[in-house]
């Protein structure tokens, strides 16, 4: 793809829940301030589809028999549209140009980014290229865990568990390795699943799950992490706490404690760290390879403007903030990735305002790290939700998940395309739940 060079690029890398946020956002700024001769919002990503991760526990647990019977051999077709949503449909008509490119890596003294094809200059830049895996260089985990963080991922897990699930089919056990929301999410609606399906009179998957930290979803509020505990147990999965996995062979986890668990699937959930491409970069990462907003650049508070060289933003699971008051580091979650993203989004826009001589002084919008409200699906039409003080659980914070859904989707579709999505996914998985 060519760039006009007349034109200054705002070039938004990666997008995920913080880059596709920061792009629309910026995209729409340009269309009406009417400066779209002068400048470009190009989003960069490697894949073409934006991806739906609260969404891929279901695809990883439906069966085809949840499938109308002509259409089972094609679910992996069925299911791609309900959580991969292609990018360049996204944009459409919002003033953002996608490229498929992979960035490879970025000259900031430059002021360009390395593309797998080629060079591309940018005037202001937002680093939202994410997370990947972190196997934490632990012996054969990469070789015999199952990643869940792509829609592939999910099919893979999807292809090995179904064919295991019913009657006369033996005991398959299922080990989950880190308890934080996926695998919490991951095991319950194992569980649920599979023993819901209708011609299954017993259970035959046993599930268990493995955390090395005190808790279950560790950095949650306590009344959430007792409630998906109570609910894990009703739901028979096995859970360990305070046991790191320390080696993993073809049939069994080793733990430091000296345990051994004998697998026949083992799904590895335990950690993310950001994206390699941070390593070259010279800004101040922590020990997960996150980027430190530690000093805003003009004398503002820690963090507050999300810059973190020049024009250079970064938001997402690729930046860590600090909570000014516990200290803690910003979770590796959608929200703060969006929140973040219109936050860049905002600051790049009054820049462009000052040097477009729209208005006469940069006003900084500043970030802080909210109390997020959080959901955690555990098995069928069950949630634990945190919303502000109140902690809810059971079918209404089932619910309350369906709407946030919706709500993202209506934030980055039409509305007639975004009610779409929601109920067919919704019709599609509902099938595998049955009520808590
Ligand atoms: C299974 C699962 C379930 C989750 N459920 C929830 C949930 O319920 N609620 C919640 O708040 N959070 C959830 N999360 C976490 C959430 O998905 C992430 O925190 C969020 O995606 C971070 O947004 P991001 O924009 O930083 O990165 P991402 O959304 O990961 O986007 C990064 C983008 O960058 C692209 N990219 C990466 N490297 C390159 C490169 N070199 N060149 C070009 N493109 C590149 C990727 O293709 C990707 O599209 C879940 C995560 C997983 C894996």
């Known amino acids: ?36 001769g002068k400048y470009s919002v190009v989003l960069v990503d490697k894949h073409p589809r934006h991806i739906f991760t609260p969404l891929l526990y279901e695809v990883a647990t439906t069966s085809e028999a949840s499938l109308p019977a002509g259409k089972r051999n094609t679910i992996a077709h069925e299911l791609e549209p309900l959580v991969a949503y292609p990018l360049k449909e996204l944009l459409e008509s919002s003033g953002v140009e996608f490229h498929l490119d992979e960035v490879r890596r970025l000259d900031i003294l430059e002021g360009v980014a390395h593309l797998k094809t080629g060079k591309l200059d940018y005037e202001y830049l937002v680093i939202a290229l994410g997370s990947e895996t972190n196997y934490f260089d632990i012996p054969g985990l990469a070789a015999h865990g199952l990643p869940l963080k792509t829609f592939e991922d999910a099919l893979a897990i999807r292809e090995r568990l179904d064919p295991r699930v019913g009657e006369n089919k033996g005991l398959t056990r299922v080990v989950i390795g880190g308890a934080g929301s996926t695998g919490v999410e991951l095991a319950g609606e194992i569980r649920e699943w599979s023993c819901a399906r209708p011609y299954t009179k017993t259970c035959n998957i046993h599930v268990t799950l493995v955390e090395s930290g005190h808790n279950i979803l560790g950095a949650m509020d306590a009344r959430v992490q007792a409630k998906a505990t109570a609910r894990l147990k009703k739901l028979r999965v096995q859970i360990f706490t305070e046991e790191r996995v320390v080696r993993v062979d073809t049939r069994e986890i080793h733990l430091k404690s000296g345990e051994h668990i004998l697998h026949d699937i083992f799904i590895w959930t335990g950690g993310v760290r950001a994206v390699p491409l941070t390593e070259e970069l010279p800004m101040k990462r922590e020990g997960k390879g996150r980027i430190e907003i530690t000093s805003g650049m003009e004398c503002l508070p820690i963090g507050e403007d999300l810059r973190v060289a020049g024009n250079i933003y970064a938001v997402g699971d690729i930046a860590c903030l600090y909570d000014p008051e516990t200290k803690q580091p910003s979770p590796w979650m959608a929200r703060p990735a969006m929140m973040g993203a219109r936050c860049a989004a905002k600051n790049i826009i009054e820049r462009i305002k000052f040097a477009e001589g729209i208005s006469r002084a940069i006003k900084t919008h500043t970030y ?26 059971g079918f209404l914070a089932w619910v309350f998940k369906g709407i946030v859904e919706l709500n ?20 599609l998985f509902i099938k595998n739940d049955r009520m808590g």
Not at 368 to 393: H, L, M
Not at 408 to 427: K, Q
């Open 1 to 36: 793809m060519e760039f006009p060079e007349y034109k200054k690029n705002i070039v938004v890398l990666g997008g995920g829940f913080g880059g596709l946020q920061a792009a629309l956002r910026l995209g729409k700024f340009i269309r009406r301030a009417g400066l779209g």
């Open 368 to 393: 802080r790290v909210p109390d997020y409200p959080y959901i955690v699906p555990v098995g069928g039409k069950y949630a634990v939700a945190k919303i502000g003080p109140f902690v809810i659980s």
């Open 408 to 427: 993202y989707f209506l934030s980055i579709m039409p509305w007639w395309r975004a009610l779409s999505v929601w109920l067919r996914g919704f019709l």
